[in-house]
């Protein structure tokens, strides 16, 4: 049907990203593949009774206001909960720092709309997540890309990079998505050294920050960032901090936040207010119902026990299954690990044909913003049981073996 | 404090309006302040009860479903509930159609974020809803208006607005938001024909068209444009039509719905993935709950009889309390009614005097995109119960008595 519609769309609606990431969330939805390719935690660490009864002593004693309009700034316990969790860390800031968000991909959307004028340039890692390329794409975006090894965003590179004049850096530094590597302690303050060098503020994106499974925990660029500039580490605002509640409670009650200068929150807050007014009361309250008595530290322990065995169980079924000549991360905690295929093969390649094997993960080269790792994959553990790691792992070994033509029966 | 953001935000960062709305809703939080400001629905309405059964059922049932990522078109039962009560209203359409969105607020965002280039004009009704030029301005949109009478949208200056070559007409057709007028049936053919000849297709907007307490159901205008198109009815595409929850639910819950043809969903769903990835899971799957059973068609007879009944007493306590030169209208349904003071007079000067006798309503004037306005108010007859109506509206008539210049103690 030819509709009125279709030679009106903005111009920034043909940048807007083909939808890579939501047809592959679409089979993950096929009864028997075993899909590595989502983000998605795993529902059995979902704290479903707690929320349970949280929705029930919400709604008998909040009924009024948690089904009601709310501010835009968020659901005050529940930002003033943040800002005690965020002590913890060493992220010292107040209310005034918080924005509630509709998960941390609207955070990235209303950064993009305050702070993107078409034709900017943003450093990002390469490859960097999706989704904030999506986000930013589409209002106009460009971006500078430092590439990556084992210890995350090589900050050697850095410094050409910063002088292209980007807007802002944005960096993952813990267990990044898509490759599950941490930026070392050294290279956070070198990146700090530079972004200070050349006057230009970061984004730091943690969503995974409390998911470490070895090794120790490292300061987020934002605290090393204030602890660099004074000596009581409060909050200096150069560094823009988002987390979200997505992979420690779930991420279909949509919550998420965002650390900032409090002139940037009320930027946001204006951002936000044409964007969806506020995020949902109902679960805003709920989270705050379900997290303040000290359930979280409880339930990320659960998590981390969870995830880092089948991280555990994935890396050893890929040493018994993967044929020589694949690599690949070992991540010290979230979600993900990045496999790097020989040169002359195409995970996209891989792809096709380990759908036919019931076994899916996402291809990487979407994640390069300005091309390349056309032999890389991103490969979820947090998602599938540990059986079937090990059975999705055993068809991808086979499937590999085959092209890479070495067949297992040889 | 400095922060190096503040020299960084984007041009359309200056065009987000300011936060009027905003700072309104805050006024409603004080203790013994009576406000007609908010466009809040009455708590007492709200299916508390019914909503936490059904949290309870959802978590009990589909917990792993419903606190997981879902896809960014929406909850599918959901999606078909909307159809099959869409083909009530004579919307005849199918679940392709169908996007949900988080709260009305954010389709018309999506819609801007598609759509607008800056510079773009919007034939909008003068005045029309905020919330839509807050989201549009964003995206650097001006405005082409059409005046408004008793019966809406004055059609006979309609056909001078769409020489000027808009992008779409923007209408409110029931019980407008701000000023409670219905679009009278001649006007929505004279509408659909204008709109027809010059080619500029129609989003129409329609949070509050099952709220009527008097009169006769008009059909929208989608259903009318394609009554006029075939004749079966079936959707045409010429018009994208919203509607939401928050009115007949809860607002809590920020969940709403477009009706618009494949493509522009298509379109539409690229945008929501980078601006928020989908709309909570959970509470799609408690509204439709809730919703399925035949209980929507019972409790919106609630909400029209309790709603219906505070119109009557504000109508009433206007009557016997505001000064003669004082005009309103008289809505049939929704949630507002509209106050016109002597043209000498500044609805932001009553405001700040009123304020300090305890009761407030917004100006007018933010309702104008080309300007005007100054000596109008929109006030809200959902929220305060029929006891607080009638002390307000009576603590405002003084005010106004005083400063027309005829004090009550005369």
Redesign the interface.
């Known amino acids: 049907?030819q509709?009125?519609?279709?030679h009106?769309?903005?111009?920034?609606?043909q940048r807007?990203?083909s939808?890579a990431?939501?047809e592959l969330?679409?089979l993950t939805e096929l009864p028997d593949l075993i899909s590595f390719a989502?983000?998605?935690?795993a529902?059995d660490v979902?704290p479903?009774?707690q929320?349970?009864e949280a929705?029930?002593r919400v709604?008998?004693n909040y009924?009024?206001?948690?089904?009601?309009?709310?501010?835009?700034e968020g659901y005050m316990p529940l930002r003033e909960l943040i800002v005690r969790n965020s002590a913890r860390y060493g992220i010292n800031v107040t209310p005034e720092n918080i924005l509630i968000t509709?998960?941390s991909?609207?955070a990235?959307?209303l950064l993009g709309?305050?702070?993107?004028?078409p034709g900017?340039r943003i450093l990002v890692e390469s490859p960097t997540y999706l989704?904030a390329l999506?986000?930013w794409?589409?209002?106009g975006a460009e971006y500078v890309t430092v590439p990556m090894d084992e210890y995350g965003m090589m900050t050697d590179a850095l410094e050409a990079a910063l002088r292209s004049g980007p807007?802002?850096i944005y960096v993952l530094p813990n267990f990044q998505n898509p490759t599950g590597v941490t930026l070392s302690l050294e290279r956070r303050a070198k990146l700090i050294e530079l972004a200070d060098r050349y006057?230009?503020?970061i984004v730091e994106d943690d969503p995974y920050g409390q998911l470490r499974y070895e090794g120790e925990h490292l300061p987020p660029v934002v605290v090393l960032d204030s602890e660099s500039r004074n000596e009581v580490g409060c909050y200096h605002?150069?560094v823009?901090y988002l987390s979200t509640f997505s992979k420690i409670l779930?991420?279909?009650?949509?919550l998420a936040w965002v650390v900032?200068?409090p002139?940037?929150i009320r930027?946001l807050?204006?951002?936000k207010?044409?964007?969806?007014?506020?995020?949902?009361?109902?679960?805003q309250i709920v989270a705050y119902e379900v997290s303040h008595g000290g359930f979280l530290d409880q339930h990320i322990k659960l998590i981390r026990q969870v995830y880092g065995e089948r991280r555990d169980v994935m890396l050893g079924a890929m040493d018994a299954y993967f044929p020589p000549g694949v690599e690949w991360t070992h991540p010290q905690g979230g979600l993900f690990l990045w496999g790097i295929l020989p040169e002359t093969m195409s995970s996209a390649d891989v792809l096709r044909v380990a759908i036919e094997q019931k076994v899916a993960f996402v291809p990487g080269s979407p994640f390069y913003p300005t091309g390349g790792g056309h032999n890389t994959m991103r490969i979820n553990f947090s998602f599938a049981s540990p059986e079937k790691i090990r059975e999705g792992i055993a068809r991808l070994g086979k499937v590999l073996y085959e092209m890479i033509g070495e067949p297992l029966t040889l």
């Open positions: 049907m509709t009125p519609w279709e009106r769309y903005a111009q920034r609606t807007m990203g939808s990431i939501r969330l679409k989502g983000g998605l935690p529902p979902f479903t009774e929320i349970r929705c029930n709604l008998t009924g009024a206001q948690a089904l009601q309009y709310g501010a835009t509709s998960g991909q609207q990235l959307d709309k305050i702070l993107i004028n900017d989704g999506q986000a794409s589409a209002y807007k802002f006057g230009v503020p605002g150069n823009i779930s991420p279909g009650i949509r900032a200068p002139e940037v930027k807050v204006q951002a207010q044409g964007a969806d007014l506020h995020t949902a009361t109902f679960n």
